[in-house]
């Protein structure tokens, strides 16, 4: 009998399953010859940045055109012949396998969801075979040298939801809450937990909530983007927390989503601004509000208006690039090079690959940026982005709001890996921009 080499690639199999705004997407299971077993699911973005990986989609009328059987017969065909019989320890191999036979720089052929699946369960399946929870094979893994045990992410949690999350019933995208003066990742979700709780209440109490938006916050009716801010304000304090103390306003304006060409249409605001203006706006809420973060505060085609922004905003304010950089090593380091932003977001599913998705991170780390892993407005039940946070000691964590299970499943893995790691401690303060 011919001895099986445990951590070879034995099945590689997809299905489609359905995300959490009930459109298909892709599940993706890995086995090895050893019994080792690993399992993943495509997120997916309703705000995209144009050079990200795009995922396969059939057309059509069925499901909307959201049906991904081209994706999972990819899986199934071309992906799992190339894959069996592959070391799954061998992420790197593993994916330059994905990469040249999809042959495209944004995985258009294979579908980057057929990608990010797979290479997230190979990565599960590794982590298996190691007989090791994947936050902490990652840790173990890194070559750089560890030191102490990791900390949890802080996590930044939504609010409001606005933009392409919910109708543009709002321009901005996202209103969040960073609890900066948490001493540690439980006491960090139970503030955000009462600063949730206490916007319901001031949402319904002024008619102004309309429903839940994709990511778990509530849907406004707000008159004025501004009025989103003041109205989050006021939450923190009806949770009994100090604004800009305990709790700090983070926002992601998603500002591809109403410009282009350095010109941007605030809907909501019935205004039409160009970069400078625009730029005046957010600078003087970061003035008059507790806000310490500002997430794609131009478009992804205006990096004029990014260095403009960047060169007159305070030291202290985290700087965010999604769109602009999407996941990718090189937009990491020429954003780095042109003082664009000074933190990047990690979606591993932008990339379409674990390999591309480090490589992405470790230039962020390697030139001084900070990181924040994010989930997408598609989720699911999958919570690998939390172990890959902790695993690749990342500062922060984005996954959405504090609210529907999709979101949930991921704040609650980070407080089983706190419990497994024996701490809930968060990253010094003095990390963060606004702790320095």
Known sequence: MTKTAPTRIATVHARRVWDSRGRPTVEAEVATEGGAFGRAIAPAGASRGANEAIDLRDGGKRFGGWDVTHAVKAVNGAIAGALTGADVSDQAAIDRALIDLDGTANKSNLGGNATVAVSMACLHAAAAAAGMPLWQYLWAGETRTRTGTPTLPLPEIQI????????????????????????????????????????????????????????????????????????????????????????????????????SGGKYRLARDGSELDSNALADMLLGWVLRYPIVSIEDPMGEDDP?????????????????????????????????????????????????????????????????????????????????????????????????????????????????????????????????????
């Open 160 to 259: 409001f939801g606005g933009g392409a999350h919910a109708e543009r019933r709002v321009d901005v995208q996202d209103f969040m809450v960073i609890a900066t003066g948490a001493d540690d990742y439980e006491q960090a979700l139970a503030w955000t937990a009462e600063v949730y709780l206490a916007a319901g209440r001031i949402m319904a109490d002024q008619g102004l909530l309309q429903g839940v938006a994709d990511e778990g916050g509530f849907w406004p009716a707000f008159d004025t983007n501004e009025q989103a801010v003041e109205t989050l304000v006021r939450a923190i304090e009806g949770a009994g927390l100090t604004p800009g103390d305990q709790v700090s306003i983070s926002l992601d304006i998603a500002a591809s989503e109403f410009g």
């Open 304 to 436: 004029e208006g990014f260095i403009a922004f960047g060169k007159r905003a305070p030291e202290t304010l985290q700087i965010v690039g999604d769109d602009l950089l999407v996941t990718n090593a090189e937009r990491v380091c020429a954003a780095h090079r042109d003082g664009v932003v000074n933190t990047a977001l990690i979606k591993p599913n932008q990339a379409g690959t674990m390999t591309e998705t480090k490589a992405a991170f470790d230039a962020a780390r390697t030139n001084g940026m900070g990181v924040i892993v994010s989930a997408r407005s598609g989720e699911t039940e999958d919570a690998t982005i939390v172990h890959l946070a902790v695993g690749w000691n990342s500062l922060q964590l984005k996954v959405g709001s504090f609210a529907r299970s999709e979101r949930m499943v991921k704040w609650n893995e980070g407080l089983r890996i706190g419990d497994a790691i024996g701490t809930f401690a968060l990253p010094p303060k003095s990390v963060f921009p606004w702790g320095r």
